[in-house]
Every structure is written in structure tokens, then in C-alpha cells.
């Protein structure tokens, strides 16, 4: 076939076309500029300004309460085979969450409760007003809580009972019984709500706006046979967010946010590592919370008790305060003090419950030690590692997780990996991927994740 202009061109107008399809499709998916970047009024208004002061206010934090009705079976080879590849005490999950209301539930000076997603083991309908009856007694007492969903929670596919070797599934809940369930867990009292998530905000205490914001993705689990770990925020859910953190400052409200899924990398390297720990382009969304001054947000979702600051480039800064699952060792809940610019968290510890009480801790530390182990193997799995170097590995990965769960990681470097010559030649051609986790597990990031007095007028040293 001989090739003539009118050919030439057009081939050329084809492929001028199937680029102009790619590239719009692709535009799609790319992240509109805040509105600050557009809107020079906007900007002017919040580049040198401070945040607005907190009031004088204490609440609680919990997270990953992860509550397992136990009437879904807690024996058998299937409900075995689930809990040997987790730490959390899925089997004492009321108890524990029950020894935390009765704490809190004494403790007079708590305004409110937030609890960031995680709310069920697989989101069974029976676990989620299990979970509701638990915190009854909070609101007995008159206390506000304050709730979001967590990956877990709605439209799990993996929302099971155990019978023997078999599991069965059971009812889950949607996003429009969640909202029904709870509705006097912050959906009924909020001042604004998103149309394209469960997202609210909320003013528990005068002049303080709390943005309880769904992370989590739910939509198209059933459709899809998944249960989806990661978390990100619409495009029409970040503008609404925007939006809201303007009309924030125009009414001279202080703000602070909670969200399932972390919003700063807590380690190096992360979001490469563990990709659905962090918000989809955390880097991007911290930039605007940071922008619009707000100095605090709230998450769980990895089970660590964690504290991360972080830097963006318009000079603003922002603290990832996440909290540990409730569930699983050392069982961490936050009481927060705000006064004016100041943060004041402290973190608190579940130590006995029903029927362990005096040697609960140590029968909790012998359980996650021996399921730390299928945790560490399913990772390092992953790198394609021999079975001789797992095996040498596992002890330094289980000490490194268990570490960062408990936070403020502490270590001078010595002895948290293998000696030169300890791993085979063969197998350590695999382990460097191995051995950059353990060391980021052992970096902690300033400041202190535990217990900390943190000034939010300033940038930290």
C-alpha cells in the first residue's frame, strides 16, 4: 500500500485524538489546586495568620475498638486461623472496651469522646450494637461522643460468624444504617455534613469546631467481593472540607480534626511500605489542613500510638495525633486538655480486666508474641525472602513492630538486625528492603508519642 498525504495525515489525526482521550482521562484523576492557590484574597487571609485559640476543654481519644460480639463464634479451626495472624484481643474486645467507658465514665472533667474509626472487628450488624451498648453508659452520663467509620466497618464483605472449620456470613451495615445507628453519636448534632461521605462537623464545646471526617473506602466493596484497608478523600470531599475550614475562620472558630487513616508518613518511607496506613495523597491533604491552620488531627487505623510533625511548604506545620488500637497491647486510650494554644495529651493504659485482673498484662504480652511472629512472616514474605533468613529475621521485625506500636521508640541502633555474616549471601541479596523497615520502625519521629505538652502558637524546635 503506498502511503499519500491525505494518509499521512490521517494516521495523525488519529493519534492526535487517542492522545487528547488519554490525556483527559488522565486529567481526571488529577488533584484540583486549593482554592487559597487560585484565590489570592483567600491566600492573603491565612498566610500569616495564627490559629484561633482553643477553649478550655478536655476529651478522650479512642481508636481500633475493633468489638467482636463473641455470639460469632470465638472456637473452631476458622476462627483460629483468623486470630493467629492478628495481635488484637478480638475474644476480650468488650471487656476491654467496657474497663475503658468505666474509666472515662469516672473521670468528670471529660467534655467528650472521639473515637477514630475502627469500630468493629468486620463490621457485623451484631458487633456494631455491642459496640453501641458499650458506650451507653458514657452517654448515660451526659457525655458526647463523637464517631467515624473505619475501613472495617461498612459493607465488609468479610463479615462472618466461625461454626468449626467454616465461616458463615452475616449481616453488615451500609452507610445509611450506620448513620441511623449512631445517630446520637454525632450525626444528629451536626452543624454541617458532607453529601459525598459520612463526613460532619460538630461544635462539642463553645467555639470549637471538630471535622469527623470518613476516609474510608465502602462504596464498591460489595461489588467488588473486597474489604478495602486504604483511605482516601473525593475530590468533591476535599473541596467541601476547604470550604468548611474557611467558613471556620470567618466565624472565629478554633478547629481540630479526627480521620480513620494517618495523615503523615509516622516512619521513613511509609507510604512506600505500608501504602494503606496513610490517606491517598496524604502530602497533599496535610498541605491544606496545615494552610488553614489547623494544628491537630486525630487518627488510628495502624494500631501504634503515634506522634508526627510535619512541615509543608508554605511554612505552616501539623501534628498527626494517632492512637493505638484499644484492643491489642500495651491497650492505649488519650485524654486531651486544650487551653488556648497549648495541647496537652496523655496516654493511659488498660491493665486488668475480667476474669485475668492480676496477670492480664502478661497473659496479653504471651498472645501477642506468639501472633506478632505470623505478622513479621506475612510481611518479609512479601520480599520474596528464603525461609532461613525469615527465621533469622523474625525476632528483629517482632521487636521492631512491637516498638512502634507502643510508641516512643527508643534504641541506640545495636543489636536490631543481624550482625554482618549472619544471613547467607543468597538470602541477603533480599534483605535490604527488610532491613530499611526495621530500621524506620526504630526512627521515631519527634516529638514524644506518649505524653507531651505541645505549644501550637509555634513551629517546634
Not at 489546586?33 to 477553649?55: H, L, V
Not at 473525593?234 to 475550614?245: A, D, F, R, V, Y
Not at 521487636?399 to 541477603?428: M, Q, W
Request: aromatic share 14%.
Amino acid at each position: 500500500m503506498q502511503f499519500t498525504y491525505k494518509h499521512i495525515f490521517k494516521y495523525l489525526l488519529l493519534v492526535i485524538i487517542f492522545f487528547s482521550i488519554f490525556i483527559s482521562c488522565s486529567s481526571k484523576k488529577k488533584l484540583q489546586p486549593f482554592i487559597y492557590e487560585t484565590d489570592i484574597n483567600i491566600y492573603n487571609k491565612f498566610i500569616d495568620t495564627q490559629m484561633i485559640a482553643f477553649p478550655k476543654t478536655r476529651f478522650a481519644v479512642l481508636s481500633d475498638t475493633h468489638i467482636y460480639d463473641t455470639n460469632l463464634g470465638i472456637t473452631g479451626k476458622a476462627f483460629e486461623d483468623y486470630i493467629k495472624n492478628d495481635i488484637l484481643l478480638i475474644k476480650d474486645s468488650t471487656k476491654i472496651v467496657y474497663e475503658a467507658v468505666r474509666n472515662i465514665s469516672q473521670d468528670d472533667d471529660i467534655d467528650f469522646i472521639i473515637i477514630s474509626g475502627g469500630l468493629t472487628k468486620d463490621g457485623q450488624l451484631i458487633s456494631h450494637n455491642n459496640f453501641k451498648n458499650s458506650l451507653m453508659r458514657l452517654k448515660r452520663l451526659g457525655k458526647k461522643i463523637y464517631i467515624i467509620p473505619g475501613d472495617t466497618d461498612i459493607n465488609n464483605t468479610h463479615s462472618f460468624k466461625y461454626i468449626d472449620d467454616n465461616t458463615e456470613k452475616v449481616e453488615t451495615i451500609s452507610p445509611e444504617k450506620f448513620t441511623n445507628l449512631y445517630a446520637d453519636f454525632g450525626f444528629n448534632e451536626a452543624l454541617y455534613k458532607d453529601t459525598n461521605s459520612l463526613s460532619y462537623i460538630v461544635e462539642p464545646v463553645q467555639g470549637l469546631w471538630l471535622f469527623a471526617l470518613d476516609t474510608s473506602i465502602y462504596k464498591d466493596n460489595d461489588k467488588n467481593n473486597v474489604a478495602q484497608s486504604k483511605g482516601y478523600f473525593t475530590q468533591e470531599t476535599i473541596t467541601w472540607i476547604e470550604n468548611m475550614l474557611i467558613k471556620s475562620y470567618e466565624e472565629n472558630k478554633s478547629v481540630i480534626a479526627m480521620m480513620h487513616h494517618g495523615i503523615t508518613e509516622d516512619f521513613n518511607k511509609e507510604s512506600k511500605n505500608f501504602p494503606d496506613n496513610i490517606i491517598e495523597n496524604f502530602a497533599y491533604i496535610n498541605k491544606m489542613f496545615a494552610f488553614y491552620n489547623v494544628r491537630a488531627v486525630f487518627t488510628g487505623h495502624s494500631h501504634a500510638n503515634n506522634i508526627t510533625y510535619t512541615w509543608t511548604e508554605d511554612a505552616k506545620f501539623l501534628y498527626d495525633i494517632q492512637t493505638g488500637s484499644l484492643i491489642s497491647y500495651p491497650f492505649p486510650y488519650r485524654k486531651i486538655a486544650l487551653d488556648k494554644y497549648k495541647i496537652d495529651i496523655k496516654t493511659y493504659n488498660i491493665n486488668s480486666i475480667s476474669p485475668y485482673q492480676s496477670n492480664f498484662i502478661e497473659y496479653s504480652m504471651s498472645y501477642t508474641k506468639t501472633n506478632i511472629d505470623n505478622i513479621s512472616k506475612n510481611i518479609m514474605q512479601k520480599y520474596k525472602l528464603g525461609s532461613n533468613e525469615i527465621q533469622i529475621l523474625l525476632p528483629y521485625m517482632n521487636n521492631a513492630l512491637l516498638a512502634y506500636y507502643k510508641g516512643d521508640e527508643n534504641s541506640k541502633f545495636e543489636n536490631i538486625f543481624p550482625k554482618v555474616g549472619e544471613i547467607g549471601l543468597k538470602d541477603s541479596l533480599f534483605s535490604n528492603d527488610i532491613k530499611d523497615i526495621i530500621l524506620s520502625l526504630w526512627q521515631d519521629i519527634p516529638p514524644s508519642d506518649n505524653n507531651i505538652i505541645i505549644d501550637l502558637s509555634k513551629p517546634t524546635n
